[in-house]
């Protein structure tokens, strides 16, 4: 309900004004002075202001420049006499919105107030919209200005509009769920839900509950009904990251959904009709996966109408400054710093880095540097860079004892490649696995081995 603030001095004329509000659904407060007119804005911002010019003590254009001050985007009608108009033509050089003269005709009040509220919406909408085109274009700058990237970002608005699934390929770190929500947010089903699911992160055990949903006492601690992400999902994008961690079980059942667009709750008997995007992403070869048995070839045919492949950093140099210079202002802002940039020194070190953990490397080395740094600009010091051990490099130990197996030294440098998986994924288990490329499983059991 739109609130209006009506400023009038006058008791009769509040009842009127009021009743005349009222009646066509505005919720009003009454304010018989400036001061406390003032309060009123200040405590619950109403979405129109009907201003008296003439008022005991701080008249009316008092309060509209106190107003304007406090929020000029407020709108406000002066109420005047109709021999004091060159004072509400002067109220509105100082950002009145218009006036009306007393005595006034109700629908003519009316009709200006809604005209004005209208007007407001409006004006509200566009700048929501600027605000979202603005946040869109610089998504697509930060993604950088590089050839492959502008082939990416033509791929993304050609395939957006559409309802077809998309698969994205690529190493971790590369930016796949950045792509995925920006095909999301070009495409008509930008005002519904964007649900991921992260494939590796959901025990096998509880992968069908997670997608489909349960009804209330279908198992164990099911003590109520819960909907599954494809029906939170319905009528947006469903984002299944890393698909190829599902097992061969759901991705029987995850086909069978795709092709009748409906769902069963795990202990329901009614199907439920969802209407769902797929974007899944891969950080391996999603055709050679299924030629080694690991993905269902169905599954492949019904997913694979459109394909991203996503370029490593190493193949896309030119977008590392670009990079670079994003990750050190939103560090600026997180750490409260006020690092100006990099040292010639320093940026051409990242130039020459391999960057094995692709943009996520990036991010979380400028963040380190930025937090280290006490000058004015990072130096090649500040960067936490691997320089001495390219990736896929193993480094034997340079003297061994006599006792030493050919076991031993595979554990340490198995240890060794664990640990440093671990950290380029920033803790997270799933994404390390996916960077050593092994099965999640596989690797908690070499963690647990390893101790």
């Known amino acids: 309900m739109k609130s209006i603030l009506i400023v009038e001095d006058n008791k009769d004329m509040q009842l009127l004004l009021s009743n005349i509000l009222k009646e066509e659904g ?98 509200r909408e566009v700048k929501s919209l600027r605000k979202r085109l603005g946040e869109k274009r610089r998504i697509e700058q930060v993604m950088g200005e590089s050839p492959q990237i502008k082939r990416i970002l033509k791929q993304v608005e050609l395939i957006a509009p559409t309802s077809m699934s998309v698969i994205i390929q690529g190493k971790s770190g590369t930016g796949k769920e950045i792509i995925a929500n920006m095909i999301h947010q070009k495409s008509p089903r930008k005002d519904k839900p964007f649900i991921p699911v992260d494939c590796g992160a959901i025990p096998d055990t509880l992968v069908e509950s997670e997608l489909f949903g349960y009804e209330k006492g279908a198992f164990t601690g099911a003590d109520s009904t819960k909907k599954g992400k494809f029906e939170l999902a319905d009528g947006g994008t469903l984002f299944l990251d890393e698909i190829t961690n599902l097992p061969t079980d759901a991705q029987v059942k995850l086909l069978r959904v795709i092709e009748e667009r409906k769902i069963q709750h795990i202990g ?52 590392i400054p670009v990079l670079a210079k994003e990750f050190l202002n939103k560090a600026n802002k997180e750490l409260k710093k006020k690092i100006k940039g990099f040292s010639t020194a ?42 001495n051990k390219p990736q896929g490099e193993i480094t034997l130990p340079e003297k061994t004892d006599k006792g030493t197996s050919l076991a031993n030294i595979i554990r340490k440098v198995e240890k060794d490649l664990i640990t440093r998986a671990i950290e380029l994924a920033g803790g997270n288990k799933t994404k390390a696995a996916n960077i050593l490329n092994m099965e999640r499983k596989t690797l908690y059991r070499k963690m647990k081995s390893q101790g």
């Open 26 to 123: 505005y919720e009003t407060i009454v304010a018989g002075d400036g001061n406390r007119a003032i309060k009123e804005v200040e405590k619950c911002v109403p979405n129109l202001v009907l201003l008296d010019i003439k008022l005991p003590g701080m008249d009316g254009m008092q309060v509209l420049e106190k107003i304007r001050k406090f929020d000029e985007n407020l709108l406000i009608i002066i109420i005047t006499a109709y021999g004091n108009i060159k004072d509400a033509v002067r109220a509105m050089k100082f950002g009145a919105y218009d006036y009306i003269t007393k005595p006034f005709d109700n629908e003519e009040l009316i009709l200006i107030l809604k005209k004005a509220l209208k007007t407001q919406y409006l004006s």
């Open 268 to 319: 329901g008997k009614k199907s439920i009709k969802v209407d769902v995007r797929i974007i899944a992403t891969t950080n391996i070869d999603l055709l050679e996966a299924v030629k080694q048995g690991k993905f269902r070839d169905d599954l492949f045919h019904r997913l694979f109408e459109f394909q991203i492949s996503l370029p490593l950093l190493s193949e896309r140099k030119d977008d």
């Open 346 to 387: 320093a940026m051409k070190l990242l130039l020459n880095y391999h960057w094995p953990g692709n943009v996520r490397e990036l991010k979380n080395i400028v963040k380190r540097a930025v937090l280290l740094t006490e000058s004015g600009y990072i130096m090649p010091d500040q960067l936490s860079l691997d320089l």
